[in-house]
C-alpha cells in the first residue's frame, strides 16, 4: 500500500493479554497485562477507540506500579455492546 492512503477496513486494537492471567489481591489488576476484571471482561465490547484508552490505562498503572508512587488510572468499567442489533 502506498504511504500516506488509509485502508477503508479499520485496523483493530491488539489486546494487551501475554497470557498471564492472574489478577493480584492487593491492586485487583491482572498481573501480566494490567487491566481490571472489568477491562478484561468488557475487551471485545469496547470499541477501537476505548480499547485504545485502555492501552493508556495499562501503560499508567504498569508505570506507577514500578516506581512504586501515585495513583493507579481507574477502570473504564461496563459498557454497552457494540454489536448491532439484527433486523428482520
Known amino acids: 500500500m502506498k504511504s500516506g492512503l488509509r485502508s477503508a477496513t479499520p485496523m483493530p486494537v491488539r489486546s494487551p493479554c501475554v497470557k498471564v492471567c492472574e489478577m493480584d489481591a492487593a491492586t ?10 472489568e477491562e478484561r471482561d468488557w475487551w471485545v465490547a469496547y470499541t477501537n477507540d476505548q480499547q485504545k484508552e485502555v492501552l493508556l490505562r495499562c501503560e499508567q498503572r ?7 508512587a501515585g495513583e493507579l488510572a481507574p477502570s473504564m468499567g ?7 442489533e439484527s433486523k428482520l
Open 28 to 37: 485487583r489488576l491482572c498481573r501480566g497485562c494490567f487491566r481490571t476484571q
Open 78 to 84: 461496563i459498557v454497552e455492546s457494540r454489536r448491532k
Open 62 to 68: 504498569r508505570e506507577v506500579l514500578a516506581l512504586g
